[in-house]
């Protein structure tokens, strides 16, 4: 028990994505904040860690053929699979949202003033979002990449000091990465009002068709989200930080 209690949220998640559903009923933000342990976030929350960790065990051996052991896969392929399946995700629908809320506002906003403030921070996130991804993808990604390509050519693993595996013009990796969770935990934040302003996403009695999907599309954003930011906080940006560290010398 009191190893499960030191343990991050982060790595429970990161080995079994199942146990983010057991966070999420508790409360617990397992991507932004995954590196608080057990113990830290059990007794802020007035949590029973023996209640959670064994939720978080039963989770882990139920048997189930469709979770994706993202742990084994190589940087270049999870930041493919990230781009391919979240960004795109990202694209696709913002500006989906965006026109159901601008309705919505237009038609319930008299009776329902929190929408306003929702399109707001929606506005804002898909915004934000959009410069994040370009940032991810023209700078910090092709050089996950190269990073990959690098440990994978071992006649370049012998050049430690040389071109090939010196450091980019932005310097460590640390740095991009450090700007995008600082980014990551702003959209959270974002998503987190969101949510309390709508009431978990739970439209009123007198909502409309168009009301009630455009609650369950933003349940939908934020749960993509949220899966988006874990695969990078927890297992992308961790593997790059310490391929690069080996790849140039660098002892911590």
């Given at each position: ?34 590196g608080r342990t057990i113990a830290e976030v059990c007794d802020k929350k007035d ?153 978990i996403y739970s439209p009123p009695a007198d909502a409309c068709n168009t009301y ?41």
């Open positions: 028990m009191e190893n499960m209690n030191s343990k991050t949220i982060s790595e429970f998640v990161a080995a079994d994505y199942r146990t983010a559903a057991v966070f999420k009923n508790y409360g617990i933000d397992f991507c932004c904040k995954g949590i029973s860690a023996e209640e959670l960790i064994d939720r978080l065990e039963k989770v882990t051996v139920q048997a189930n053929d469709e979770v994706i052991d993202f742990q084994s896969w190589p940087m270049d392929k999870l930041a493919d699979y990230i781009e391919t399946k979240h960004h795109r995700y990202i694209d696709r629908t913002s500006p989906v949202i965006n026109e159901y809320l601008d309705k919505l506002c237009k038609v319930h906003g008299d009776h329902h003033p929190e929408l306003f403030e929702i399109n707001e921070q929606f506005k804002a996130a898909s915004s934000e979002l959009a410069m994040h991804m370009k940032k991810e993808e023209m700078i910090l990604f092709p050089y996950i990449r190269r990073m990959a390509e690098q440990v994978v050519c071992e006649t370049q693993t012998t050049d430690r000091n040389g071109d090939e595996a010196g450091l980019p013009g932005f310097g460590s990796v640390e740095n991009p990465i450090g700007m995008m969770m600082d980014e990551h935990t702003i959209e959270g934040d974002r998503f987190r009002k969101m949510s309390e302003l709508s009431d009630r999907v455009a609650y369950a599309v933003l349940k939908e954003f934020e749960d993509d989200l949220h899966m988006h930011i874990h695969l990078e906080n927890n297992i992308l940006f961790p593997r790059a930080i310490e391929t690069e560290r080996d790849l140039i010398g660098i002892e911590v």
